[in-house]
C-alpha cells in the first residue's frame, strides 16, 4: 500500500473511495429495480404518463436497470482489484458506465419535467466525471 500521506497514496485512495462510492450508489438501485421491478414500473408509468417516453417505459426500465446494475458491478469490482493489485481499469470502465447511467437518468428527469429531479443528479455526475479522471489508466 502506498504512504497515504503521499501524492501518490492521496490518488490511491480517492481511486478506492470513488469506486466504492459508485459501486454502493448503483448496486443498491440497480438491484432494487431487479427486486421491486413491478413497484418501480408503477411508479415510473405515472411519472413518465405526461411526457414523450410514456409509451416506453417497460424499456427504459430494462435499460437503465442494466446500466445501473453493469456500472455498479464495475466499480465493485475495480474497487477490488485496484486495493489488491493497484490496477484502475476495470474501476475506471465502471465510471464511464455511471456517468453514462446519470446522463440517461438525467434525462429521464428532463423529459418527464422533474426539474429538482435532474437537479439532484449534478453532484453524482461530477463525482462520475472525477472517478473517470481519476482512474483513467496512466
Not at 428532463?110 to 453524482?124: I, S
Request: with cysteine; charged share 10%.
Amino acid at each position: 500500500m502506498p504512504n497515504p500521506q503521499t501524492f501518490t497514496g492521496g490518488i490511491y485512495f480517492l481511486q478506492i473511495f470513488a469506486s466504492a462510492f459508485l459501486a454502493i450508489l448503483f448496486l443498491q438501485s440497480g438491484i432494487d429495480k431487479i427486486v421491486d421491478r413491478y413497484g418501480n414500473l408503477e411508479w415510473l408509468k405515472g411519472h413518465f404518463a405526461k411526457s414523450p417516453l410514456a409509451g416506453i417505459v417497460p424499456a427504459l426500465l430494462t435499460a437503465i436497470t442494466i446500466l445501473e446494475t453493469a456500472a455498479g458491478a464495475l466499480s465493485a469490482i475495480g474497487c477490488v482489484v485496484i486495493i489488491f493489485s493497484h490496477d484502475s481499469t476495470i474501476a475506471f470502465y465502471g465510471a464511464v458506465v455511471s456517468a453514462i447511467a446519470i446522463i440517461a437518468l438525467f434525462f429521464g428527469q428532463r423529459m418527464a419535467k422533474d426539474y429538482a429531479g435532474a437537479a439532484v443528479l449534478v453532484p453524482y455526475f461530477l463525482l462520475a466525471l472525477s472517478a473517470i479522471y481519476l482512474l483513467a489508466p496512466r
